[in-house]
């Protein structure tokens, strides 16, 4: 309470002495003024410090500390997994059926043709010549193929054969059997291990075979084992619609040369001789196969994984006016998470996190970093790995309240524009955290396996700071002054201060007269004074030539705006007013006793 001495000042004002009651002074004015000039009003205003202004009530918004600092920032952590176990069946892959056919293999009169090594055979020897290929086309099929497996370069399989066996006819005179510098055409792309002698091409399908000798009574036949296949290169694929293996090819023995021992038993071998044209049947047989494991792209399902949305239920009222821009200084994403196919696969796996504001139903812009989560078996020791992103990978930090240690084997990966996910017209009303395992590229990936779940555990901290469109209001009401200023008409008002502003923001102080309800004075604005980030300033409001009546007190509006820096609101940041003296300069008008 405040004691101007308006009262000793009126009792003192002259008017003492004899007043002549026969006088009627009804028809005279009695009014009286008394002017006061330059009545100064101290008062002290304690400092206004930000955890007065920011009143925080919400589980996901408040105070993070980290080591000595304390700063303010929405925040929220937890774990996540996918559902049990997943598992990609290995792709079973039916032996197609193959046409057996003949061709005719003419006599070679004259000079050898053809390469030829030292025969283990002995005797007469007839040679003839593959004049046409012989052979047929092929389809293998699977169906119900997983639909994790979205494209594939190429497999790894379980052995299959191709092999083919031949017969000739037009004599009974065969013996022993050699054939010479034999190309087969085979599908292009096989993974084969020839035998010595052979050879084989996977960009032409091309197979060799130097020389086969095949003993009297012994099949005629040559085989080969593939245990992969370069799907690119043989033209096969999996039908993303349907889910079923598209593997078509051919099995063909193009040219070669067969070099027949006779019978010699019981007959002249001058007199041996073997028609110049023979016939060469040939039955071909395909094994079916089992795919291992899968090079190309995959998309498991990992289903039930992700992360609960940001509730920003509680905030602040004055965070939540539409004219409010808030960003966020330098907020950091805390990741951990397992590898859930660790050991079955060669390469990187992907993880993929976005986050994208609400408004009620409307979907905001989705942030995502600017590079994937790699999950590096290759990199680590173990399949658990930390990450942590942020848009300043410079300044991160591992607050306390993360209960994790996040500093081992942790990967940083840049998050630009992080900073503004609150910001727009008005803040969200909660913010979606996507984390998935996407389709990604995969090498040698192991069929028939149970992936483990995903899981790990998060961190999300989020500082706050103010864009140049932010607004903090504050406001103090100093009230209770007494009858003897309220009864003072103001006309003049000087209100000098010196002002602290310890925030990393601009301020506007402005001070507002109250009547002795608290009610602002209806009267001409009073000026206010923009304080810049600063150690101290001495500022003056004032009004002149205007009237103030029952003046009884002053509010006090601290008004912060941001100033696009990317500092940090802290609950220590004070504005202060200090040295406060209000002038005041007036009249008291009252009426004069007639008793």
């Excluded at 892959?93 to 390469?115: H, L, R």
């Excluded at 996977?202 to 245990?227: F, K, M, R, Y």
């Excluded at 951990?336 to 390469?347: E, I, L, R, T, W």
């Excluded at 209770?480 to 010196?498: M, Q």
Aim: with cysteine; proline share 6%; glycine share 8%.
């Amino acid at each position: 309470m405040l004691h101007a001495g308006a009262l000793a000042l009126f009792a003192a004002s002259g008017l003492t002495g004899c007043v002549d009651d026969s006088y009627d002074l009804a028809d005279v004015d009695t009014t009286t003024r008394i002017n006061v000039n330059d009545l100064v009003i101290p008062v002290n205003v304690a400092p206004i410090v930000l955890d007065q202004v920011i009143d925080l009530d919400s589980e996901n918004i408040g105070t993070v500390r980290y080591g000595d600092k304390e700063f303010y920032a929405f925040h929220q952590s937890g774990d996540f997994h996918s559902d049990g176990p997943i598992h990609i069946p290995e792709v079973k892959v039916t032996a197609p059926e193959i046409k057996g056919n003949s061709t005719s293999i003419e006599q070679i009169i004259g000079d050898q043709k053809g390469p030829r090594k030292a025969s283990p055979f002995e005797g007469a020897c007839f040679s003839y010549e593959i004049m046409h290929p012989i052979g047929d086309d092929f389809e293998y099929s699977a169906d119900d193929i997983d639909h994790s497996i979205v494209a594939v370069n190429s497999v790894r399989t379980s052995p299959f054969q191709f092999r083919v066996n031949l017969s000739i006819s037009g004599t009974d005179l065969v013996k022993n059997v050699t054939l010479r510098d034999m190309h087969v055409s085979l599908p292009k792309g096989l993974a084969l291990n020839p035998k010595e002698g052979q050879s084989y091409d996977p960009n032409t399908g091309l197979w060799l075979i130097d020389e086969v000798h095949v003993v009297e009574n012994s099949p005629l036949a040559i085989d080969i084992t593939a245990d992969g296949v370069d799907f690119e290169k043989a033209g096969a694929s999996i039908n993303p619609s349907t889910h079923n293996l598209e593997f078509k090819g051919h099995f063909w023995v193009k040219s070669g040369y067969v070099d027949i021992y006779p019978k010699t038993s019981g007959v002249d071998i001058q007199e041996i001789q073997l028609p110049k044209e023979l016939t060469l049947n040939a039955s071909f047989s395909l094994d079916g196969f089992d795919i291992k494991s899968v090079s190309g792209r995959i998309h498991p399902d990992f289903a039930g994984l992700g992360i609960e949305p940001i509730s920003l239920a509680g905030i602040p009222d004055f965070l939540k006016d539409p004219s409010t821009h808030l960003i966020l200084a330098n907020p950091e994403i805390l990741f951990q998470v397992n590898d859930p196919a660790y050991n079955f696969y060669k390469g990187d796996m992907k993880a993929s996190l976005s986050i994208t504001p609400m408004r009620g139903a409307t979907h905001g812009e989705t942030l995502v970093p600017e590079s994937p989560i790699l999950l590096q078996p290759s990199r680590f020791s173990s399949a658990d790995m930390s990450f942590v992103m942020a848009p300043d990978l410079d300044n991160v930090f591992y607050p306390e309240n993360a209960n994790a240690d996040y500093s081992k084997n942790v990967t940083k990966i840049k998050y630009p524009r992080l900073g503004n996910i609150l910001a727009g017209q008005g803040l969200p009303d909660e913010i979606k955290v996507d984390i998935s395992i996407p389709e990604q590229e995969v090498v040698d990936f192991q069929l028939g396996k149970d992936l483990d779940q995903v899981f790990g555990h998060y961190y999300i901290v989020a500082p706050f700071a103010l864009t140049d469109k932010s607004t903090i209001l504050y406001s103090e009401d100093i009230t209770g002054w007494g009858k003897d200023i309220e009864n003072l008409v103001v006309n003049n008002l000087s209100i000098t201060a010196k002002a602290h502003n310890g925030t990393p923001v601009s301020a506007e102080v402005t001070i507002i007269p109250l009547d002795a309800q608290g009610e602002v004075i209806p009267g001409p604005k009073i000026t206010s004074t923009v304080l810049a980030p600063q150690t101290g300033s001495d500022f003056e409001v004032s009004l002149k030539d205007g009237s103030l009546e029952k003046f009884d007190g002053i509010r006090i509006i601290a008004k912060l705006g941001g100033s696009n820096t990317d500092m940090a609101l802290s609950p220590t940041q004070t504005i202060s007013l200090s040295d406060i003296k209000i002038t005041v300069g007036g009249y008291y008008e009252t009426e004069l006793d007639n008793d």
